[in-house]
C-alpha cells in the first residue's frame, strides 16, 4: 500500500475536546477511525476514547496482516464498543449511558469497506468531485430527505444537532455500512466530525482537497472551519487519506508498506492525558483512574473480537 495521510483534531471554542481520532495500518490493511462524544463531565470524551480505542486495539489483534472478513469485523467493532461504553457507565452508576458518533474506514486490497453511526462523515473524493458520502443519522438529514426543509435553512436549524443512532446511549445503534469501493490513484477520502463539515460547504471540500498536498491542505481546511465556527465553534477534528498507485514514485510523506515486516504495525491514538483541554483540571490521580476504567471497560469486551 502506499498513501499520505493527515490527523489532527482541536477544540475550537469549546474548554472541552470530545473528539478523538486514530489510525493503524499493517502491511497490507489500513483502519481510519473519528469519534465525537456527547455527555457531560469527561463522559463524552471517555465514550469517544472507548470507542476508537476498542476498534484500534481490535484491529491490532486481527489483521494478520489483512483482515479476514472486512464488514464483520466492522460489524463487530461497533458493536462491542456499544457494549462497553454502556458497560462504562453500568459501572460508574451513571443515569444515562455516554453517547459517541463513529466512523470507521478499513482498506485492504485497494479496496474501502467503512460503517458509521452518528453525523461524523465520511466523505471520499475523486477527481475533483466527492464521488461518496455517508449521509447523517440526523433528525435534519430525515427532515431533508422528506422535503419538509431545504439546505439553507438546515444549515441554522437548531435541530441540527440531533442524531437518532450512535453508540452508547440507551438505544441500541442503527450502523450503517457501506457497500465495497474499490480505490484508485489520487482518490482522497476525508472523515470529520460536524465541527468540521458544519462550517464548510462541500465545494470546500472539493476545491481545496481534491487535487492538493493532504498535508498542506488538511490544516488549512481545519483553519477555515474554525474562523467560520466563531466564539462558538464546536470541536473539529479530521482524518484525510490519500490513495497512491503502489508502482507511482512516492514522495518524502507517502507511506509504503511494502518494507513493512508482515506481522508489524503502526498506530497513532491520542490517548486520554494532561495535554489534552479536558485534562486542565484534573489531579494525576483523576486522569489515571478515568484511564483505568477505560481500560477496563474494553478489556471486558476484548475476548468477542472479530476472529476469536
Request: proline fraction near 4%; charge should be negative.
Amino acid at each position: 500500500m502506499k498513501f499520505t495521510i493527515y490527523q489532527e483534531s482541536r477544540p475550537g471554542a469549546r474548554p472541552n475536546n470530545q473528539d478523538r481520532v486514530a489510525y493503524s495500518y499493517t502491511r497490507e490493511a489500513l483502519l481510519l477511525v473519528v469519534a465525537d462524544g456527547m455527555g457531560g463531565h469527561l463522559h463524552g470524551e471517555i465514550a469517544a476514547q472507548i470507542a476508537v480505542q476498542y476498534i484500534i486495539e481490535s484491529f491490532q489483534r486481527a489483521a494478520k496482516p489483512q483482515i479476514a472478513d472486512e464488514l464483520m469485523f466492522l460489524s463487530r467493532c461497533l458493536g462491542n464498543a456499544h457494549a462497553a461504553i454502556q458497560d462504562y457507565a453500568f459501572d460508574k452508576s451513571l443515569p444515562e449511558a455516554p453517547r459517541t458518533t463513529i466512523v470507521a474506514c478499513l482498506i485492504q486490497n485497494s479496496v474501502a469497506y467503512w460503517a458509521h453511526a452518528g453525523d461524523s462523515r465520511l466523505y471520499l473524493i475523486r477527481r475533483g468531485r466527492i464521488a461518496q458520502q455517508t449521509k447523517d443519522h440526523s433528525r435534519l438529514q430525515m427532515m431533508l430527505d422528506q422535503g419538509l426543509i431545504d439546505e439553507e435553512a438546515a444549515a441554522r436549524h437548531p435541530a441540527r444537532n440531533r442524531i437518532f443512532s450512535c453508540l452508547g446511549g440507551t438505544h441500541s445503534p442503527q450502523i450503517e455500512f457501506s457497500s465495497p469501493v474499490p480505490l484508485f490513484a489520487n482518490d482522497l477520502i476525508a472523515i470529520c466530525s460536524d465541527g468540521v463539515w458544519g462550517n464548510l460547504t462541500n465545494e470546500d471540500f472539493t476545491e481545496r482537497l481534491g487535487e492538493a498536498n493532504v498535508l498542506d491542505a488538511s490544516p488549512r481546511l481545519l483553519d477555515l472551519a474554525e474562523a467560520h465556527g466563531g466564539l462558538t465553534c464546536d470541536n473539529l477534528s479530521m482524518l484525510a487519506m490519500r490513495w497512491h498507485d503502489d508502482y507511482a514514485e512516492g514522495q518524502a510523506s507517502t507511506i509504503s508498506t511494502d518494507t513493512m515486516p508482515m506481522d508489524g504495525i503502526t498506530t497513532k491514538m491520542e490517548g486520554f492525558n494532561r495535554t489534552r483541554p479536558e485534562a486542565a483540571n484534573l489531579s494525576d490521580s483523576d486522569i489515571e483512574k478515568a484511564i483505568n476504567e477505560i481500560n477496563l471497560a474494553i478489556q471486558k469486551y476484548s475476548k468477542f473480537d472479530p476472529g476469536k
